[in-house]
Antibody, heavy 120, light 107 residues
Framework: EVQLVQSGGEVKKPGESLKISCKGSGYFFPSYWIAWVRQMPGKGLELMGIMFPADSDIRYSPSFQGQVTISADMSISTAYLQWSSLKASDTAIYYC?????????????WGKGTTVTVSS | DIQMTQSPSTLSASVGDRVTITCRASQTISSWLAWYQQKPGKAPKLLIY???SLETAVPSRFSGSGSGTEFTLTISSLQPDDFATYYCQQYDTFSWTFGQGTKVEIK
């Protein structure tokens, strides 16, 4: 079974750093793009960026460029989303998902989401 | 970015009703459109891709149509399991964008 398993919820203070993870299983991780999608409380879905693990091709949505870093470790089939200095406005659920390709961007597999709460 | 606008934002319907949700793109996206269903506390689930192709294991009461800038998701006979929020997503141009969502509520 193809799965994306995300790390657990986090509670952080403003200014702290954070790295959350998404582990793929049941498929050849390097050959599929990974996307990160934000859902703020009570709001809709926003694409943050995508990455192709095999060659580290990364594309950020304009609103998220410079705000987060997407990376991956192929050896453990895991993708990451990280912040260097969190803000209260980063409070959200973050989903990883698998686009069919970097061009055909519908997402057929989703992780369950990681809830990030940033509060002083 | 291409803007995606869904209507209505909220829809009240009864079990057995035929339900139609509309999604409009701010510029032509050919048929590069997907539909997702999201239930509270759950991740989105892919229903339709390429505007009208049904994802594996999705019930046939769901259907999608349209091309260019106007698209529809239709549920032919609403079932209790279908009360959820539905999102369209364009993947014609990166950065891929979602509609704001349509919540289907029990009437």
């Amino acid at each position: 079974e193809v799965q994306l398993v995300q790390s657990g919820g986090e509670v952080k203070k403003p200014g702290e750093s954070l790295k959350i993870s998404c582990k793929g299983s049941g498929y050849f991780f390097p050959s599929y793009w990974i996307a990160w999608v934000r859902q703020m409380p009570g709001k809709g879905l926003e694409l943050m960026g995508i990455m192709f693990p095999a060659d580290s091709d990364i594309r950020y949505s304009p609103s998220f460029q410079g705000q987060v870093t997407i990376s991956a470790d192929m050896s453990i089939s895991t993708a990451y989303l990280q912040w260097s200095s969190l803000k209260a406005s980063d409070t959200a659920i973050y989903y990883c998902a698998r686009p069919i390709t970097g061009r055909t961007g519908y997402m057929d597999v989703w992780g369950k989401g990681t809830t990030v709460t940033v509060s002083s | 970015d291409i803007q995606m606008t869904q209507s209505p934002s909220t829809l009240s319907a009864s079990v057995g009703d035929r339900v139609t949700i509309t999604c409009r793109a701010s510029q032509t996206i050919s048929s590069w459109l997907a539909w997702y269903q999201q239930k509270p506390g759950k991740a989105p689930k892919l229903l339709i891709y390429q505007a009208s192709s049904l994802e594996t294991a999705v019930p046939s009461r769901f259907s999608g149509s349209g091309s260019g800038t106007e698209f529809t998701l239709t549920i032919s006979s609403l079932q209790p399991d279908d009360f959820a929020t539905y999102y369209c997503q364009q993947y014609d141009t990166f950065s891929w964008t979602f509609g704001q969502g349509t919540k289907v509520e029990i009437k």
